[in-house]
């Protein structure tokens, strides 16, 4: 059965040095036992984690690539990435910064259902960067916030996408605002002929999950926006893995940040934002974007979008979403950026338009249109 | 309705920028939207947080105390947590170091269930160290863990826990492995005529959750493992507020430690390994001790002791856990360090012993018996 990879950096002041540390990580991410009681057989031969590669990268800095058993990792993504990071995400001079899934966890995990092509066809946008206006605040009821929708959905919209404060409060709950939002949607689709997308945040508790995400699909949702870091990448998972269900899913980076904001720690930004998003199944990952409220640096989103849609897997290419601090006037700089496959979030600056909102959802548009032309 | 308040530490040059951060994480964490565009009246008035307090906290950092609203927050973990740190977590520079949950959010999430006292009462045990050996290595079948798991409550262990690797992997099936290693810690209680708890770790998909659960209480569990990590902090919330389900959580750190390894991120240790597990509802929290495998320094695991156990809350005082390098020749210092409201951790060097593993557990007993009575 092929073993899959998970290349760490080991901040160590010589080889010596970082070769023990690799080789205690594969004693801690799978047996967790001291090497010498290790039992022969089945499990130092197979389940054991083993040091493949290692060497230098760069100045008190090395790389090692160990292989696990797909055994160890079972067909949960919980366990999947427990053995990729779970207590080793504890050491500290240890960080992720490649997966290989290798032949059968690809098979156990293939990834996006449907990847930049399958959320093109959804929405009928066959080239071009794709828009998607966010609706908030946390605060507006159900109603409010459906008439936003309707806006968004009216100017040109590719999806229309719920802000991730909103879960389930009072002021707008869960399934009478999803109910509402989606109608509205369809009602502005059926007046313009356009196919905008709605993609509610998916809440509840634990056990009301299985029933709001059918709550969602039948009320008209056409997608789920998912925050892995509060839910669970399983629950990203749980959805990109049904075909009755068959709905995209766009993960959001909520409670993730700890995770890149170290160099020594974590998940390099393209594995957190990219491959390990991709691996649970999302179809669109957002991100902090360069330039906006949070620090990510152009190498450091650029990273992610390569890791979002890097043909060679794994899964399908998805969608690199960058947010915040996004506008019109940028869209020339990101178009630059990020090429044509990318989904603009369009934030809280948009409603200073009030009732007009959709006029810049269509300057937005319109000012992709000019860079794409002036390209052609 | 009582707000709940957040305390930050904000890294910064000077006051000034701190307070313009603070208002900045006040928009960020609740309605996301410029200053400018937040609507009067309710928005702005109640849910939009609020900076109620600011001043220095050392050379380059400030402690900020921000208010959050219950409507903001909902009735979800998730939600809450969103709220505590969502998009901040995001933003360099900038950890969380309080938690004051106020009367309402209380209410809504009341913490251990059991607590010391409970947990205490479940397995007979009044006073002194309670003993937790670990069932592993994964790898091995149901059959040899459950035997394992056999020896260690002969042995006089309190909590039979699993090992944090172990899910439902085919070597071991979730299922067939809690069944025999709950008949096999049943046994052994009836021969000693002990109370030995058996905490299976909680594995599945996200929608098999649910049925796992059942099938461990049925089976005869008396707790569960979550590893709030990867399955998401209201795994734990939906077992500790199911008053027929009735059972003990322990929770496990993996996946967890980037949020505390950088001083300027994430949490504070306390708040990570104490608060947030108490507010989530967890009875005992498991976290790596200092001198072993992991680098947490004895402050550090003082302050996750004391955040566990602060009679001030938020809710019943639980029990800290410390894991990793836990042995019988430590057992004097650990007893004066943690005092007795403590889960010892018994990790793979116990694996040594062989079919005598029961031996180490009682040698452990009898050191911690040992420095009973030289306090007494």
Chains 1, 2 share one sequence.
Do not use: W
Request: hydrophobic letters at 40%.
């Amino acid at each position: 059965m092929t073993r899959f990879s998970v290349t760490y950096r080991i901040f160590a002041p010589e080889l010596a040095e970082a070769k023990v540390r690799a080789e205690a990580i594969a004693l801690e991410q799978t047996v967790e036992i001291p090497r010498d009681v290790v039992p022969a057989g089945f499990i130092e031969d197979e389940i054991l984690g083993r040091v493949e590669e290692i060497g230098s990268d760069g100045d008190g800095q090395f790389r090692a690539t160990l292989s696990y058993s797909p055994h160890s990792a079972g067909f949960e993504i919980a366990q999947f990435f427990n053995v990729i990071f779970g207590n080793s995400s504890i050491q500290r001079g240890l960080r992720v910064v490649g997966i290989e899934p290798g032949e059968e966890m690809a098979r156990r995990h293939p990834g996006p259902r449907f990847g930049i092509d399958g959320v093109r066809a959804l929405c009928g946008r066959p080239a071009g960067g794709l828009i998607a206006p966010v609706l908030k605040p946390q605060g507006l009821d159900a109603d409010d916030l459906a008439r936003i929708g309707y806006l968004c959905a009216r100017g040109g919209a590719d999806i229309v996408k719920e802000d991730h404060g909103l879960m389930d409060q009072p002021m707008a709950p869960f399934r009478e605002r999803v109910e509402k939002t989606a109608a509205a949607v369809t009602r502005a689709n059926a007046e313009t002929g356009g196919r905008a997308l709605y993609f509610p945040t998916l809440a509840g508790q634990p056990d009301q999950l299985e029933g709001n995400i059918r709550f969602a699909r039948d009320a008209g949702a056409d997608g789920l926006l998912v925050l892995p870091g509060l839910l669970g990448f399983g629950t990203v998972s749980r959805i990109a893995r049904d075909r009755e269900l068959n709905m995209p899913v766009m993960t959001h980076p909520s409670f993730l940040g700890p995770y890149v904001l170290s160099p020594d720690t974590g998940f390099d930004h393209g594995v957190m934002f990219g491959t390990l998003q991709r691996i649970a199944g999302a179809d669109i990952s957002v991100f902090p974007n360069v330039g906006g409220r949070f620090g990510f640096s152009h190498a450091e989103c650029a990273g992610i979008a390569h890791a979002c849609r890097d043909g060679a897997g794994p899964g399908r290419p998805m969608l690199p979403s960058p947010g915040g601090g996004m506008s019109v006037d940028r869209a020339a700089d990101m178009a630059a950026m990020y090429g044509d496959d990318v989904v603009y979030l369009l934030g809280g600056s948009l409603l200073r338009l009030g009732e007009r909102i959709g006029e810049g959802i269509a300057a937005m548009r319109a000012a992709l249109d000019a860079v794409r032309a002036a390209e052609a």
